[in-house]
T-cell receptor, first 113, second 114 residues
């Protein structure tokens, strides 16, 4: 089945710096790649997603890039703020019939003022 | 708009007890999911329901059963709880049955089994 690897497991940055989280996937049939943010005591919240027919997608300070050849995708957060501190999960979906996702193990992002 | 609502938020059980975790969504979504989240393991799919009347096993279904009661509600049952089932359980829903549908999560049920 699909395997999703996520790195790094923890990331500490200063406020205003950029943060990059990377994921690789194993199944070349994967076609949908969402990113979730999870704050303490809450459920994961979708922040951005990308499909296999698109190479990059931006939403304000957040961007996701996809390299299908290398089978990896990345989350980029610019001008980080303390409220960006959370656990971030990448995921991949390969099933065109159902929306099941395989998740990475998460990255804890800490943004220091 | 409540989105995905899970009850209870916290629960402590003794080994061997049974329990049903409840989930309801008000977004008219077709598909619903149950995940467990353990430290360092990410989110792992237990069961899902692609549409009302259907359920399928995910990655870690052993020790669990599910019921898709209607389009809004999807419950998860532990028949004989074990300490290994101590975890945070999340319910999610997505709009359709096609691939690539974004999932919306509840805030979880924190379950401890002694």
């Amino acid at each position: 089945g699909e395997n999703v690897e996520q790195h790094p497991s923890t990331l500490s940055v200063q406020e205003g710096d950029s943060a990059v989280i990377k994921c690789t996937y194993s199944d070349s049939a994967s076609n949908y790649f969402p990113w979730y943010k999870q704050e303490l005591g809450k459920g994961p919240q979708l922040i951005i997603d990308i499909r296999s027919n698109v190479g990059e997608k931006k939403d304000q300070r957040i961007a996701v890039t996809l390299n299908k050849t290398a089978k990896h995708f990345s989350l980029h957060i610019t001008e980080t703020q303390p409220e960006d501190s959370a656990v971030y999960f990448c995921a991949a979906s390969i099933n065109p019939g159902y929306s099941t996702l395989t998740f990475g193990k998460g990255t804890m992002l800490l943004v220091s003022p | 708009n409540a989105g995905v609502t899970q009850t209870p938020k916290f629960q402590v059980l003794k080994t061997g007890q049974s329990m049903t975790l409840q989930c309801a969504q008000d977004m008219n979504h077709n598909s619903m999911y149950w995940y467990r989240q353990d430290p360092g393991m990410g989110l792992r799919l237990i069961y899902y329901s692609a549409s009302e009347g259907t359920t399928d096993k995910g990655e870690v279904p052993n020790g669990y059963n599910v019921s898709r009661l209607n389009k809004r509600e999807f419950s998860l049952r532990l028949e004989s709880a074990a300490p290994s089932q101590t975890s945070v359980y999340f319910c999610a829903s997505s709009p359709g049955t096609g691939g690539g549908q974004p999932q919306h999560f509840g805030d979880g049920t924190r379950l401890s089994i002694l």
